[in-house]
């Protein structure tokens, strides 16, 4: 094989490369703005997170994932609904208990006490007097986690800049 025969295998390696490489990104990672300050202090409205994708049985108790329900955000687009994800934290999971202090905001979620049941998740919001969370919408399926936030995104400063 001559010089340009292996220029080309390398080059077709690292395009294959690549392609596997952005593929993986895109099933296992996800990028999401925070709306709201439901977050605050941990996270501020507008900022930019990263999350792993990960099946709802790898989350633990304190967790901040990423979810996407029916009750959260939505965008309308003629008559087009999608809905937003949004990030609470996890502060039960199934056969944990729920927490001493959590207290129902709405007739619906009153009653809830004693374990999470199977199939359901406990979210809260770290800034309970602006957070809509499971206080207002009760325990949400485990099939609305889509991931576990891994890392925030910082803004470049633009103080200085001209």
């Known amino acids: 094989m001559g010089v340009q025969g292996l ?4 080059l077709t390696a690292a395009l294959i490369t690549a392609a596997c490489g952005l ?5 296992n990672i996800t990028v999401v703005r925070v709306l ?19 099946r ?3 989350l633990r108790s304190g967790d901040v994932a990423v979810l996407r329900t029916e009750t959260g955000p939505r965008a309308v687009k003629g008559s087009e609904v999608t809905y937003l994800p949004v990030i ?4 039960a999971l199934p056969g944990e208990a729920v927490p001493a202090d959590f207290q129902g905001r709405t007739a619906h979620t009153a009653g809830i006490t004693g374990t999470v049941p199977a199939g359901r998740v406990l979210v809260l919001g770290d800034n309970p007097e602006r957070s809509v ?13 889509e991931g576990r936030v891994v890392r925030r995104f910082r803004e ?6 001209s």
């Open 7 to 10: 220029l080309g295998a390398l």
């Open 56 to 58: 709802a049985s790898r």
């Open 133 to 145: 969370d499971s206080r207002d919408y009760g325990l949400l399926p485990l099939d609305a986690v």
């Open 23 to 27: 593929s993986w990104i895109r099933r």
């Open 88 to 91: 609470k934290r996890v502060a």
């Open 156 to 161: 470049p400063d633009r103080a200085g800049s």
């Open 36 to 54: 709201g300050s439901s977050m605050s202090p941990a996270y501020a409205d507008g900022e930019t997170v990263l999350a792993r994708r990960v």
